[in-house]
Structures are given as C-alpha cells and as structure tokens.
C-alpha cells in the first residue's frame, strides 16, 4: 500500500532547498549553518523512521519502492552531502544561497534516483542531480570552473539523451514505465531488447564514470571547488551506482546473462584506465577522480558477481563496502586538502613537521583510498574478492577468476599511488614547523573520516552487519 510519508526526508529536502533559493541571499551567513545542520537533522528524521519500523515502503503507485537497500544509500548520501556541506562551510562560498541551496537540490535529485522503482522517476531525479551539478561546478572559483561546468553540462545532456533514448526504447517494448512491470514483460532476450539495454547501459555509464565515459569527471573535480568535488566523487556518484544496481537487478532481474558480459567489460576498461592515469597525476584532485573511475570498476565487478543468485548477497555486500569505504576515504582527503591548503603533491612536503595531526588523518585515508590493512577498505577488497570466487564456483564462468586476480593486482597499483600522499608528507623535505594546526570544519570532517575507515577496519562486524542487512530488498 502506498504511503508517501516514506519520502518524508525528501519532501523537507526540497523545502528547505526552495527556501534556502529564494530567501537565503538576505541571510547569507546563517544559509552554510541552516543547509548543514539541517542535513544532519533530516537524517535524523529517516533514522527516526527506521525506529518506528517504517524502514520501507511505495509511493505514487509503486513508482517509488523504499526496501533496506534504498533505505541505507539514502542514509549515506545525507550523511556524505552533509560533509560536504561542512567543507562548503569551510570555504565561505560568494553566494552561500546557491551554492548551499544547489547542493541540497543535488542530494534530492540523488535520493530520487536511490528509491527509483520507474524509469520517470530515475530520469527526473538523474536530471535534477547533473542540472544541480552543472550551476554548483560553476560556482567554483578555480580557474577552470567554467570550463568544468561546461563539460558537466554537455556530458550529462548527451547522457541524458542516451538513456531517454534507451528508456523510451524499453517503454516500447514492454509498455510501462515500472521496473517491476518491465521485469514481466521483457522475459525474453532477443536484439531489440539488447539494443535497449545498451542504451539504458551507456546513459548510466556516464553517470558512474566507468571507463569510455568517464573524460568529464577528472576536470569537473578540478575544476570544482573542494566542496563539490568531494560531493561530486562521493555522494552523487553513490547515488548514481545505486541507480544502476536497482535498473539492472529489478528491471533486468531475469536477463542477467544479457547485461554481465557487457558490465565486466567496462569493470576491466575502468581499472586499467582509472588505475594507470591516476599513477600519472601530480594535481591531487585529478588524482582523486581518476581513483574513482578505478573504485567503479571494482563496483562493476561486484555488480558482475551479483549477476548470479548464489553469489547476489555477496557481490552486494562487496559492491556496498566499497562504495562507501572509497566514499569516506575520498571525502577525508578533500577536507584534508581543504586543511592542508594543498593542491599538488609538492604542497604536502614536509606536512609532517608543519602539522602532525593534520599528517596522520590525511595518511590514515589515503591507506583507507588504497584499502591497505589498518583502513576498512581492506575488508571491502577481501569480500569483493570472495565474491568474485563463489560466482566462479557457482557459475562455472572460470573467466572471472582473471577478474579477481586483476582486482588483485590493481589494488597494488592504487596502493602504489595513494600511497605518494603520505610519501610527500614524510619523505620529503619540508617547512620547519608552525604553531600549530587551527580548528575548522575541514578538520572535523577528516578526523570523523579518518576514525571511520580505521574503525571499521577494527571492527569489521557492524560494517558486514549493516551492508548485509541491506542486501535484503532494494
């Protein structure tokens, strides 16, 4: 039965976007607080839900379907936009009204596309994210931020029309815009139907950033504010993975076979490109994107290994961890860039010496980016890892042994580049030191990021608890 109070988060979101849009230019010191802190408050409202029992549920006639899955990224995504929202706060924006206001109208376009349940409202809430992103890019004041806006918005209209193209396509064949409904009607594969699937396929590629389309994402974060790129690589691209697990495990529930072989095949192109250009950066934000194209394809490969129902759960859980370990990981780096003042490796020389705490949180999330021991980023690889196994033995596809060992050994090439982070902090010479390290909001989203990924690298059971759970219903 439908209930639209399960979209209660998202309905106060959009209030207090419309209100921070239209009468925050009279109060613009108050917007960074009122947009941050009220971010944390509506996650406290879905938490509250979940007290309650309400953890799922539909609206507007099952074009909105809220399980533990939806229920978990929407938790995430609020959490992560209110970091974000912090490292704005951090940066004191020229128009604190936009740059707050847009941000939330990204995260409601985001929380959109993690309850979607119907082509329209994955469509809108996709539109409503990239159109959000485009104005907030802008609002940089990085030489290039033009430029970057520039490409955000012509690569998310050629996305867009692809993936309208691929969904008007589906509507065609199986007369409905459910996914459920589409699920019943499109049993069968045949050409139409695979033409289909690759449209709806590349729309959502660019989303992800996986590699062909991922040429927009390293100079949209350069040229971005810290703020944005953290959002940008952390938040909207956790929304946008959640968008394609829930198109292809429940609009393509039954045609799995259909779309793994293409999903594998942008897994490996994302490694390998995201892997060997982020060796090749010294610009730290570009470094930083291109790891995200990386941690998509290690996402694509536990979307491959979920492609089979005795290895689902698994692959889920890894798909999980490692969107959210990489989240906090990247989130901790841009606030410890936004505290270290640094732009390239050589600004971080000698941070050591300068500011010793600052050093030490910006090292612990680079080990969480590399998922080495001591970070939670590692349990996320090993089940990744375990994942791919059982689909093996499960699926008598002995090819997707390489793709483990090809996990494997690309973890030791983003370890070998994360790692350049605390090299130029240790190893190399630097100023003599300061007083000391000034409190602010970069800071505090750091040590929270920081603490996280070792904590649950200490206590790997509440991570696997909390994912586990969501892997029980989209």
Known sequence: MDNALVLLPEFLLVLLSLAILAFGRHFPRQVPALATFGLVAVFGVLVGQAMTGAVGGSAFAQAVQIGPFAWLIRGIVLLMAAASSAIAWGEAPRRPDLTFGLLLASVVGALGVSVSADTLILYLGLSLMGMAL????????EPGAKEASLKVFLFQAVAGAVLLFGLTWLFGLGGSTSFVDLAAALQTPDTLLTFAMLLVLGGLAFTVAASPFHAWLPDATEGSSLAIGSWLLGGAGLAAVAGLVRVL?????????LWAPYVTGLAVLSLLGGGLLALAQSDLRRM???????TSGLVLLALVAASHPASSQEGLMALLMTALTAGIATLGLFAGLGAAGARSLTDLTGLHRRAPGLALALSACALALAA???????WARVTLVRSLLVYVSQSMQFSALALALLAMALTVLAAYTALRIPKAIYLS???APSEGEAPSAHGVVLWICAFLSVFFFVAPA???????SATKGF
């Open 249 to 257: 495990m429940m609009l393509f529930a039954t045609n799995t076979g």
């Open 372 to 378: 080495l021991p001591l970070s939670g980023a590692f």
């Open 429 to 431: 010479p630097g100023a």
């Open 288 to 294: 930083l994107a291109f790891s995200a194209v990386g």
């Open 462 to 468: 509440l991570l696997w608890s909390v994912v586990g």
């Open 134 to 141: 485009t104005g907030l890019v802008a609002q940089g004041r």
